[in-house]
């Protein structure tokens, strides 16, 4: 077996200097620590955990907790890839994930004191409700934590520039002729939904277009079933919007379905637009035109905010807004007069 010494004899470094290297202290160049890496790879150096946590008095994991309710968490191919990208640069610096969900309740115990009980060096928390008072338990404790997909928060944060994803979907489709443009929104409650519906808001105002009464629908937790509620409702009214901004895939995958049923069709009588660029969106009937939002940079810089914290052993307050992109496929097209 490969060990320290070997890798010191082979670099021409002490024993110390790899072990800070490996470590990451800070007074180790970066030409040096290169070199001892790539030692370390040639020569397929695998470290003892157990030796590591105790010179390093950490324990090289990273707790990680999420709503599974509603589609919401792991079931979501959003916030899946987020985890995924996550994962990846958390383990390149040599850190494991620990995973805990709202079943902990069943057992009587909080997220914290899981997350304490384990000896986690830092906590990133996703796609949970900002009110509940377990997840502002972790954010107010001193552990180095990170929150994706909230904002106003007492920690670290990374999140989608989710004002300017809503006027986005707004412009575009007023740019192909619609003035009569609904939105089906995520549930205010989230910090998601209510950022898009602020940019629903501004950009129907700033174009000076009416948003009447029905129009603005709540879609909930951005589920499928909940799209094909809420777009039901839009073609009850007696002025059926003729484009429609949806605040998530999921929900819009619903809404196309719906209008198919009623024998109406997209984009021909009602335009769609989606949010998230999640991997269905392209192979869906019609390709659906959406908000794409960046899941390897959120990951990445989520990962990166982390890692700081726990170096500088201390908790920061550092956010993180990663800008959104839209995709243009064939859900959307331009008003027929």
């Known amino acids: 077996m490969v060990t320290i010494y070997d890798i010191a004899k082979k670099t021409g470094f002490s024993t110390t200097t790899v072990s800070k290297a490996l470590n990451n202290y800070s007074d180790v160049s970066e030409k040096t620590r290169q070199k001892i890496l790539q030692?370390?790879?040639?020569?397929?150096?695998?470290?003892?955990?157990?030796?590591?946590?105790?010179?390093?008095?950490?324990?090289?994991?990273?707790?990680?907790?999420f709503a599974e309710d509603n589609e919401v968490g792991m079931k979501h191919p959003f916030f899946s890839a987020i985890i995924e990208s996550f994962r990846k640069n958390a383990e390149r610096e040599g850190y494991d994930l620990i995973f805990a969900s709202r079943n902990l309740r069943n057992r009587d115990i909080s997220y914290l004191e899981h997350f304490s009980y384990r000896g986690v060096d830092g906590i990133v928390v996703i796609c949970s409700d900002p009110q509940d008072p377990q997840v502002q338990e972790m954010?107010?404790?001193?552990?180095?934590?990170?929150?994706?997909?909230?904002?106003?928060?007492?920690?670290s944060l990374v999140y989608s520039d989710n004002i300017e994803g809503g006027k986005l979907a707004v412009n575009y489709l007023h740019s192909l002729g619609h003035t009569k443009i609904a939105h089906i929104a995520g549930d205010p409650s989230t910090d998601a939904g209510a950022e898009r519906i602020k940019g629903?808001?501004?950009?129907?105002?700033d174009l000076k277009l009416p948003i009447p009464e029905g129009y603005l629908i709540n879609g909930g937790l951005f589920s499928i079933n909940e799209g094909k509620e809420a777009m039901e409702k839009l073609l009850l009214l007696d002025d059926v919007p003729t484009a429609v901004f949806v605040a998530g895939d999921h929900m819009a995958i619903g809404a196309i379905e719906v209008i198919k049923e009623k024998g109406l069709r997209v984009p021909e009588d009602i335009s769609i637009i989606g949010y998230d660029d999640i991997e269905m969106a392209a192979y869906i009937t019609p390709k659906l035109t959406t908000i794409k939002q960046d899941t390897d940079m959120i990951g990445f810089q989520a990962a990166q905010l982390l890692m700081?914290?726990?170096?500088?052993?201390?908790k920061l307050f550092v956010s993180k807004k990663i800008p959104v992109e839209l995709i243009i496929r064939e859900s959307c097209s331009k008003k027929e007069n």
Do not use: F, R
């Not at 030692?39 to 907790?65: C, F, R």
């Open 39 to 65: 030692a370390v790879e040639d020569m397929g150096y695998l470290p003892n955990a157990h030796a590591q946590s105790l010179s390093t008095k950490k324990s090289w994991t990273i707790g990680v907790m």
């Open 139 to 155: 954010i107010n404790s001193t552990i180095p934590i990170v929150v994706i997909d909230m904002n106003n928060q007492n920690c």
């Open 200 to 205: 629903y808001n501004k950009a129907m105002n």
């Open 308 to 314: 700081n914290q726990i170096l500088q052993k201390k």
